[in-house]
C-alpha cells in the first residue's frame, strides 16, 4: 500500500511568487492535515480535512494560503504572495474515519519550502 | 490552549546507552499522547502512543508512561543503537470525541544522535 507522498520535496521561490504543494493521502483515508514545521521549531498544525470539507483551519496562518481538496483525493495547499517567513518544512497526514478509535496519522515526507 | 514541552536536544550518545527523553504536556481533559520520529530523509512515524492514564506504549525498545498526576510522558530507550539517530517529537491530542480525531500538537522535537 502506497504511503502518504507529497510533491514537490523542495521548492525555492522568491518572495512575492506563487507556490502550490500536494498532498496524496493513503487511499480510501478521508482525513487529511496540513502541519508546518518552521526553522527546527514546533511541528504546527494548519488545518483539517474531512473528505473534500474543511473541518478546521484555525492553524492557517494567513489568507495568503489556500488550501483545497477537490473531489475528496488529493489536496494542494497554495501561498499567494509567499513571503521569508512562510519558509519552513510542509508536512501532509492522513487517517481513516474510525468511530472510537485512537487514528494513527500516516505523515508525508514532507516539502521543504525556502523563500529568499 | 494545548500545549507540550520537549527537553531540548540534541542529545548525543554513545552506543547501548540509556536514553530519557522527557516531555510533559499541558492539556484540558484526557488527551492521547504520541511519540513521532523522523529518520533522515524520512516522514515522521508513530513510534509508540497511550490513550488513558498510566498506560504504557512501546515499540522497538522505546516505552514510555502517560503520567496524567505528573502530565509527563517520558520518552526512554534501555540501549541505543546507531541506527535509533533521528529526531522525536511528542505530540498529543485532544482526546476521544466524534467520529475523526483532530489536530496533533506537538513538542518542539529532539535531535538524538548516537555514535558506534
Known amino acids: 500500500e502506497a504511503g502518504v507522498t507529497q510533491f514537490p520535496s523542495h521548492s525555492v521561490i522568491e518572495k512575492g511568487q506563487t507556490v502550490t504543494l500536494r498532498c496524496d493521502p493513503i487511499?480510501?483515508?478521508?482525513?487529511l492535515y496540513w502541519y508546518r514545521r518552521v526553522m527546527g521549531k514546533e511541528i504546527k498544525f494548519l488545518l483539517h480535512?474531512?473528505?473534500?470539507?474543511?473541518?478546521?483551519e484555525s492553524g492557517m496562518p494567513n489568507n495568503r494560503f489556500l488550501a483545497e481538496r477537490t473531489g475528496g483525493t488529493y489536496s494542494t495547499l497554495k501561498v499567494q504572495p509567499a513571503e521569508l517567513e512562510d519558509s519552513g518544512v510542509y508536512f501532509c497526514?492522513?487517517?481513516?474515519?474510525?468511530?472510537?478509535?485512537?487514528?494513527?496519522?500516516?505523515f508525508g515526507p514532507g516539502t521543504r519550502l525556502t523563500v529568499l | 490552549g494545548n500545549s507540550v514541552t520537549q527537553m531540548e536536544g540534541p542529545v548525543t550518545l554513545s552506543e547501548e546507552a540509556f536514553l530519557t527523553i522527557n516531555c510533559t504536556y499541558t492539556?484540558?481533559?484526557?488527551?492521547?499522547l504520541f511519540w513521532y520520529v523522523q529518520y533522515p530523509g524520512e516522514g515522521l512515524q508513530l513510534l509508540l502512543k497511550?490513550?488513558?492514564?498510566?498506560d504504557k506504549g512501546s515499540n522497538k525498545g522505546f516505552e514510555a508512561t502517560y503520567r496524567k498526576e505528573t502530565t509527563s510522558f517520558h520518552l526512554e530507550k534501555g540501549s541505543v543503537q546507531v541506527s535509533d539517530s533521528a529526531v522525536y517529537f511528542c505530540?498529543?491530542?485532544?482526546?476521544?470525541?466524534?467520529?475523526?480525531?483532530?489536530?496533533?500538537?506537538f513538542g518542539q522535537g529532539t535531535i538524538l544522535t548516537v555514535h558506534p
Open positions: 497526514a492522513s487517517s481513516p474515519i474510525l468511530a472510537g478509535v485512537h487514528n494513527e496519522q500516516f
Open positions: 487511499s480510501g483515508h478521508d482525513n
Open positions: 480535512f474531512v473528505k473534500e470539507s474543511k473541518q478546521d
Open positions: 492539556a484540558t481533559g484526557y488527551p492521547s
Open positions: 497511550a490513550t488513558k492514564a498510566d
Open positions: 505530540a498529543l491530542t485532544p482526546g476521544t470525541g466524534g467520529t475523526s480525531y483532530g489536530k496533533l500538537t
